[in-house]
């Protein structure tokens, strides 16, 4: 089991290639937003989309009203990641429920000598509840999470949580996060926690274009990264979106590709449904792509 977890721990390194994978539920570092990752993830004050919540739970109360969306990821070595969030106004603020799904497909065992042991498979679930106020200029956001990790015939429960705030200056907004605090699922003797990451972030809005930047920091792992990332509104039905994202914690160190951490993507809006779509370069691992499907009522 410990080389099998060590494939595990491996192929997830390869879905975000400048952290290392030291931590366990690594798929929680994934975006499973198209919106937020056409943006590299600079949302925690721009926040937007139900899905932002999963990097400040504050966020969620700039919404209203019922908002679903449904997100498909396409991984590196064809893995996939699914997510489905739903929110919903309730005691006096916005109540989200979110469903992330991470599968790996068959994979090939080995023993502790390399020899094959024949096909088995994974996965990593993670159900989440988060709940956001408005109190004046001041949003505030929490959310309580259990994970679930299963490599072949073993299973592992874990928990974690989080927590935000968003304040709006009117010309600007700041907001602050901290998410992901918890243990992952232990499968067999692998105690680890969760990847989890403190952000500071600022966003304004010019005209129909919107502006934000990010500090991210992973606890665990000691890494630091920056974000930027722009949304125009071109028109009623359409929106453009890029950003770029750089781990800064090896300073000395230049990517040997330059589109390393950049993102793009688009939205069709047809009320009320909204399609996002996403790419970001993954180097020489290829690239990775997101689609989103948004409804509100």
Known sequence: MNTKRFIIAMLMATLQPAH??????????IAPGAREQGMANAVTAAGGSVQSVYFNPATLAGGDGMEAAFSHVELAQENKLENVTFAHN???GRIAYGLTYAHYGDLDG??????QTGAFTAYDMALQAAYARKFGKLSLGGALKTVRNKIEEECGTGYGFGAGAVYDF??????AAIVNVGKSGK??????????TASFGA????????????????????RTTLAGGAEAALASLLTLRAGYSHDITNKDTVPSDNLLGLSAGFGIKLSPFTLDYAYTSQGELGNNHRFTLTAKF
């Open 110 to 115: 080995r023993d502790l000598t390399g020899a």
């Open 90 to 92: 309730a005691l006096g």
């Open 203 to 222: 966003a304004t809005k010019i005209k129909e274009v919107t502006i934000a930047a990010d500090y991210k920091r992973n606890i665990p792992e000691n």
């Open 187 to 196: 499968v067999g003797t692998i105690d680890e926690n969760l990847p989890a």
């Open 170 to 175: 009117e010309q600007f907004k700041l907001g």
């Open 20 to 29: 290392a994978a030291t931590t366990g539920s690594a798929f929680l570092k």
